[in-house]
């Protein structure tokens, strides 16, 4: 028994390194670790609660190394991760009244749609470009908007955060990244304290994944810091597209559109 509960720490610590590694680069972490986790036979409600306590490690593991490289300014930013702190908060508070069957449906749609964005936009790189809102202004609306679905639902948060980022704040992909891994940070963590009120966490097995997080999100971010959008924009499309296609087939929206088609 205890051989089994090692062997079940050390798959799950890898697999947490993997999902940290590409969370760190371009999001979709959540929908690594907890699809592993389910089928490694971890009850759904432990599942959720003890992703969102190693997922900490992640964001905050490519935060430091976004910041010590300056891409992010930690303490000129602080306000925003508050909002994104404040939305994540009241988004787990409320999720336990609103039906996530339709969230399930509308988000693979609005995923889909983030992924042609960012591969067929042309000029993308890492200079910023126009901002066509104000940073007081989009800390106030966008910031928060994002934590509060964060806190509600979760999965493709930060291809928001970068949307959002690159097309209204007019960053460049790698900034937006270094600003989107704060952002992640604030939105999960407000979300993990209410979730450790009200719900269910295996701590030991959440610390050591955090530990494979905090590692896989050092290797991404750097990866991502020296190659810039030539690796997050193909990264980012792909986790969408992944994201996208997890929710569809757990909404079985696939199968009925297969069923339609072959009935056709």
């Not at 609660?49 to 490519?62: E, I, M, P, R, V």
């Not at 007081?136 to 955060?161: C, M, R």
């Not at 997080?213 to 597209?241: D, E, H, T, W, Y």
């Amino acid at each position: 028994m205890q051989d089994v509960a090692l062997n079940l720490f050390f798959l799950l610590f890898l697999v947490a390194i993997f999902a940290g590694f590409v969370d760190s680069i371009a999001g979709g972490g959540g929908l690594i670790v907890l699809p592993a986790m389910l089928i490694l036979g971890i009850p759904p409600l432990e599942a959720l609660g003890t992703n969102k306590l190693q997922a900490q490690f992640g964001s905050a593991s490519a935060t430091i190394a976004y910041a010590r490289r300056g891409h992010v300014d930690l303490k000129k930013q602080f306000p925003m991760a508050l909002m994104a702190f404040l939305g994540g908060i009241v988004g787990a508070i409320i999720a336990a009244f609103v039906p996530p069957d339709i969230l399930r449906m509308i988000m693979p749609f609005l995923l889909i749609a983030i992924a042609i964005y960012f591969a067929f936009k042309p000029n993308l790189s890492d200079l910023d470009s126009h901002r066509r809102i104000t940073p007081i202004l989009f800390g106030l609306t966008i910031v928060p908007l994002v934590g509060f679905y964060d806190g509600i639902f979760g999965p493709g948060a930060g291809s928001f955060y970068m949307l959002a980022f690159v097309g209204l704040a007019g960053f460049g992909m790698l900034k937006a990244t270094a600003h989107t891994k704060l952002l992640n940070f604030g939105s999960n963590f407000g979300s993990f304290l209410v979730f450790t009120v009200s719900g269910a966490i295996m701590w030991k097995l959440g610390l050591i994944m955090g530990l494979g997080q905090f590692l896989g999100a050092q290797i991404g971010s750097r990866l991502a810091m020296k190659n810039g959008a030539k690796i997050i924009r193909p990264l980012l499309v792909i986790s969408c597209i992944a994201m996208a296609t997890k929710l569809l087939i757990d909404s079985g929206t696939l199968a009925e559109v297969a069923r339609y088609i072959l009935g056709g």
